[in-house]
């Protein structure tokens, strides 16, 4: 089997991290910060390493502004419906995920005015357009660090400079660059930085968070109210961080594996996580260039991109295509829309959508020419049906 569904989910794991998670559940799996027993205290340990793993892959000064959640899309609906109210307006493009589109088409049926600024046929974004967006209700500019449809980079840091000018607050969707690109908040100009934990930082599924910066802190609204461990002389809920926006039980045992997860980031270097991934998304840019009936969207320039590449056969249906590896070559991908609806209208791809290959740290050069190969036998079959 070869796997190229890491921007859905990176598998394999390092052996490291279902390792940590197990000596989490055995040796002191307690409820964190909520008594003051030994086990207790040992994983409200692992939860606060957690906390300084992020703020230091981030260039993010502050651990206890780093609030956790399950994934990027609680992280992006707690800073874009913590912030935004009638009146205000949002800025934010067209090649984003459903999980920022679609709380802020529940804002804007509620008096937010939303632009969204298009992008390029390769998806990139100019900043000058959205400098042309901003206005004096212009509260929020919320983007993708890279998209999950095509890769393509996101100019983060020309953006987060213009937001400090222009006095708006900027928020990232980092659930495809965090892991696979350099960040650093404070150098990048951004305000919020949602992550998830399960993609490219090598953690399990159900961690990720919101980095909440200085200019954020003090305007930001809770989603959630509830239990804390904390104040609980009060039936008022906490308003310091990170309490004020981590209601309930947390997923400690998960968050034990992502400490694991970015620690193995760390160790590999992601500068040299960068180095092999940009290789092998050239390689497999040069091949499918060459497969007659393949069209590759996006930037082809992968120091330009994550190493997401996308691609459709002439004559063939993605779905079928995306059949067609699985059976004849053990190739998992994934076919159709990715939950970027504008992102295809964008491309032209809508509503058929495209085969996505997303390419991790594991995989191997000889694992592309396998992927390659095996989309240029399904071009060279009649058209239209299963081989």
């Not at 004096?136 to 890279?146: D, E, Q, Y």
């Not at 954020?216 to 309490?243: E, K, Q």
């Not at 994550?306 to 079928?320: D, K, P, T």
Request: glycine share 12%; net charge neutral.
């Amino acid at each position: 089997m070869i796997y190229l569904d890491n921007a859905a989910t990176s598998w394999p794991k390092p052996k490291s991290v279902p390792q940590a998670m197990e000596r989490f559940l055995r040796e002191y799996g307690a409820n964190p910060g909520r008594s003051g027993h030994a086990l207790s205290i040992q994983a409200g340990r692992v939860v606060f390493e957690a906390r300084e793993r992020v703020a230091r892959l981030f260039g993010h000064r502050d651990p206890l502004s780093v609030v956790f959640t399950k994934n990027a899309t609680e992280a992006l609906n707690m800073a874009i419906l913590g912030l935004l109210q009638p009146g205000d307006h949002a800025i934010t493009s067209t090649m984003e995920h459903n999980s920022a589109l679609r709380p802020l088409r529940f804002l804007e049926g509620r008096g937010v005015a939303v632009s969204r600024i298009s992008c390029g046929a390769d998806g990139t974004l100019d900043p000058g357009d959205v400098a042309r967006a901003i206005s004096p209700a212009t509260r929020l500019i919320v983007l993708s660090h890279a998209s999950n449809v095509v890769g393509t980079l996101c100019p983060i840091a020309e953006i987060g400079r213009l937001a400090r000018e222009r006095g708006c607050l900027f928020c990232v969707d980092a659930a495809q660059s965090a892991g696979a690109v350099p960040i650093d908040m404070a150098a990048m100009g951004i305000d919020l930085l949602a992550f998830t934990g399960h993609k490219s930082l090598y953690g399990p599924q159900g961690t990720g968070g919101l980095c909440i910066g200085d200019r954020a802190r003090g305007r930001l609204r809770p989603l959630l109210y509830g239990g804390t461990g904390s104040a609980s002389d009060s039936d008022v809920h906490p308003d310091f961080l990170p309490d004020r926006f981590e209601a309930g039980t947390q997923n400690a045992v998960g968050l034990a594996g992502l400490a694991e997860g970015i620690a193995f980031v760390e160790e590999r270097g992601l500068e040299n996580i960068r180095r092999h991934e940009t290789a092998l998304t050239t390689r497999l840019f040069e091949g499918l260039r060459e497969v007659p009936g393949a069209r590759v969207f996006g930037t082809q320039d992968a120091q330009r991109k994550i190493a997401v590449v996308s691609f459709n056969l002439e004559g063939w249906s993605c779905s079928e295509v995306a059949q067609a590896l699985e059976d004849r070559a053990g190739i998992c991908c994934r076919a159709g829309l990715h939950c970027a609806p504008l992102s295809h209208r964008q491309l032209g791809t809508f509503p058929e959508g495209t085969v996505r290959f997303s390419l991790g740290l594991f995989n191997t050069e000889t694992e592309i020419a396998a992927a390659i190969d095996a989309v240029r036998e399904i071009a060279k079959r009649p058209k239209g049906g299963l081989p």
